[in-house]
């Protein structure tokens, strides 16, 4: 107890069920981790409160206080939705917090709802909760609904690191040099172009008359077994390389 300068047990090793531990004023019980844990306002540094997941530091005009997040204040929708920062999880028939009410990624990161872009500096909740549709979906800059998946995804425009691109496979291909640089991670050429010659334009995509689609060039297939398995695509095995074939590619030869 740092306020009163005095040794305690900690509320974990107190007690061991939810009565007795919520009778203790320095002490709540955490019914997602099922043990006994220390009051999130007895906590009166930073560094103290972000220890405990029930917990988060918030200011207010200027004053810095270890609140309780969210999930742990309020048990109802009623209560929930009468308090700012608060909104009620239909689907987990729980209350949770509004992501955009964090100020630094620690605190945003805590919570499963949100993530950090790190670009702009600000918290978002994640698309795939935040959107139901395609419309709203795509009508978030930060977000792009996967036709493949039925969900709203992260835009990849706003991803900055090969590994989480390459999470999203159906939607987004990660881009080196000397097609980029330095490397990014972009929508596929189907959520790029939805016409024929901006499409044509980017050497990096071709236009599938079939479809009338924009996808990637013949030559981004790495491998003769893709290649091969792809109805517009051949194996040069001269040149150890994926080209289109000959007969979709109207008065040239490849």
Known sequence: DKINQACEKKCSTRYDSKAPCNKDVDC??????????????????????????????RYTNGKGQCLERCPYRF????????????EWDQNANRCRNQCKFFVDATNCTKYTACYWE????????????????PASCNNDKYCLY???GKICRQNCSYIYTQAKCTKL?????????????PAICQPRCYYRYKDIDSCDRDRLCMWDETSATCRENCKELG???????DKMCQWRKDISQCHKKCTVIP???E
């Open 223 to 229: 491998d003769s077994k893709t290649c091969e398995g």
């Open 118 to 133: 790190t670009k702009d500096k600000i918290c978002r909740k994640r698309c795939d909760i935040k959107y139901q549709g």
């Open 75 to 86: 048990s109802t929708n009623e209560t929930c939705k009468d308090h700012a920062q608060c």
């Open 169 to 181: 496979p159906n939607i987004c291909s990660w881009t080196s040099p000397p097609d980029k640089v």
């Open 146 to 148: 996967d036709e493949t």
């Open 251 to 253: 008065g040239k030869d």
């Open 28 to 57: 709540t019980w955490d019914w997602d981790m099922k043990e006994c844990s220390r009051t999130c306002g007895t906590m009166v540094y930073e560094t103290d409160c972000l220890l405990h997941q029930m917990c988060e530091w």
